[in-house]
Structure formats: structure tokens, C-alpha cells
């Protein structure tokens, strides 16, 4: 049995470092929706918009989870689920309420109402569940939520 000398683990400390580096890297871009259905990606280096498609339906907003990609209806009630290559959409489910707000975390989805009221929304059939009055009122005509992050965050 060898084992491996400083400068072999040094190497391969170095080799492992860089590959979760590299995998773990922010995206450079986010996927955004116009209204009247625009959809496509700003590129958050240059704040350059690239337009994919349209997806027919202005959306609240988009988030992440596991990989898929999923919009809420603006003004409605349903939850889609979006083609990432060209904005087209694949209704899920409806909620019982209207949305103000839509966004994600790394573990779930997650809706606002007018009223501040936060929901969690059920990924596989668009069902929304009550947590808790936010007591925080959107103040501006174009509100989000955070994508793909640890905290639920809102930005107005």
C-alpha cells in the first residue's frame, strides 16, 4: 500500500477544490418575464436582455426548484412550469388565491398575496398552504421574491 507524499495530496487538494469551485459558481444570468409574455435571460455581468420566446402569460414572477423552472400567473391563480429554451408553459395547478408575488428558495416554492399573507406552493399541483402574515406590503408597482437561495427574500 502507497501513500500518497505532500506534494501528491497537495495536488489533488488543489485538483478538488477547483472542481467544487467550478460547480458551485453562481449563474451569470437570470431568467426574466416581460409583460404580455415575453420571456428570456438578463445577463447579470453586462445587464444585457436576450429574448427566447413568449410564453403567452404575464407571470408574478419565476423560480427554481430542483432543477425545473416555474412561473405564476400575473393578476391569477395558476402555477406552470416553464421551458427554460423558450418560455413556452405547462399549467400545474391553481391556488385558491391570487398572487402578488412568486418565488423560491432552494427547498420550496413561495407566494404573496396582496394582503401579505405568505403561502408555500405545492410543486406538483400548484396547491398553496398559509404560513404567516409578512406584515412587510409590497410599496412599488414591480416586486420579487429570491430564486434558488437558502433565505426567502423580498425585494420591492
Not at 436582455?49 to 408574478?60: K, R, Y
Not at 408553459?89 to 427547498?107: C, E, I, K
Not at 416554492?109 to 408555500?120: A, C, E, F, R
Request: hydrophobic share 40%.
Amino acid at each position: 500500500m502507497r501513500i500518497f507524499g505532500f506534494r501528491q495530496r497537495l495536488a489533488l487538494s488543489v485538483l478538488l477544490l477547483t472542481a467544487f469551485a467550478a460547480t458551485s459558481k453562481a449563474d451569470d444570468f437570470a431568467y426574466t418575464g416581460l409583460n404580455g409574455g415575453g420571456f428570456g435571460t438578463l445577463d447579470l455581468t453586462t445587464g444585457q436582455f436576450t429574448l427566447l420566446g413568449n410564453s403567452g402569460q404575464t407571470l408574478d414572477g419565476l423560480a427554481v426548484l430542483g432543477g425545473t423552472l416555474y412561473g405564476m400567473q400575473y393578476g391569477g391563480n395558476t402555477l406552470y412550469t416553464v421551458n427554460p429554451a423558450n418560455g413556452s408553459l405547462t399549467a400545474v395547478g391553481q391556488q385558491v388565491n391570487l398572487t402578488y408575488l412568486f418565488g423560491s428558495t432552494a427547498s420550496g416554492l413561495y407566494s404573496v398575496l396582496g394582503n401579505n399573507d405568505l403561502y408555500s406552493v405545492d410543486p406538483a399541483t400548484g396547491a398553496a398552504t398559509f404560513i404567516a402574515n409578512t406584515g412587510i406590503g409590497p410599496n412599488g408597482l414591480y416586486a420579487s421574491l429570491s430564486a434558488d437561495s437558502s433565505t426567502l427574500y423580498e425585494s420591492n
